[in-house]
């Protein structure tokens, strides 16, 4: 006679750790689409103008003040700009990212396989950013995926053993 083992569940700290990194993922998606909205009933131009005089009145108390000098440059910066792709970007990317959050809350198989492989592309992304510009976030926000991707393998490998 054959016995049937059921695996044990993902630890209560991983599935915690899965939790917490989707809430924080979906918080993510959530305010990417409020800037993306906020961007889009903006008027042109409007958002450089406050970062311009708000970090010029920052760098009048503080010449030094890191941030103050990094938001100046960034909004001198021509990719600034281009707002529509800003809008455009933060609406999708926060639409995919909150939708994938609530189909993996909900436990959707599908949505397992489709959030590592959007993981993954924004790893590859990121990586390719990194080789442009050398910026250490991308490294670090890769790290963070490849954490999320883990939780949510383990999280779906049990959700595999717990529903035939």
Do not use: C
């Not at 049937?4 to 305010?31: D, E, N, Q, R, Y």
């Not at 590859?124 to 995926?145: H, N, P």
């Amino acid at each position: 006679m054959t016995e049937i083992v059921t695996p044990a569940p993902v630890s209560k700290w991983a599935h915690l750790s899965f939790l917490v990194s989707m809430l924080g993922k979906g918080a993510l998606g959530l305010a990417q689409i409020l800037g993306g909205l906020a961007l889009a009933f903006t008027p042109t131009g409007a958002l450089n103008g406050l970062v311009l005089r708000l970090a010029k009145l920052e760098l009048v108390e503080d010449p030094n003040d890191f941030m103050a000098k990094w938001a100046l440059g960034a909004a001198n910066a021509p990719q600034m700009a281009n707002e529509t792709f800003y809008t455009i970007y933060l609406l999708i990317h926060g639409g995919l990212n909150l939708g994938l959050v609530l189909a993996l809350l909900a436990g959707l198989r599908w949505a397992y396989p489709v959030s590592i492989a959007a993981l993954a592309g924004f790893i590859i992304y990121q990586l390719s950013k990194f080789a442009l510009t050398g910026d250490w976030v991308m490294i670090a926000l890769s790290v963070l995926d490849i954490f999320v991707i883990w939780l949510i393998w383990r999280e779906w490998q049990a959700h595999k053993r717990m529903i035939p």
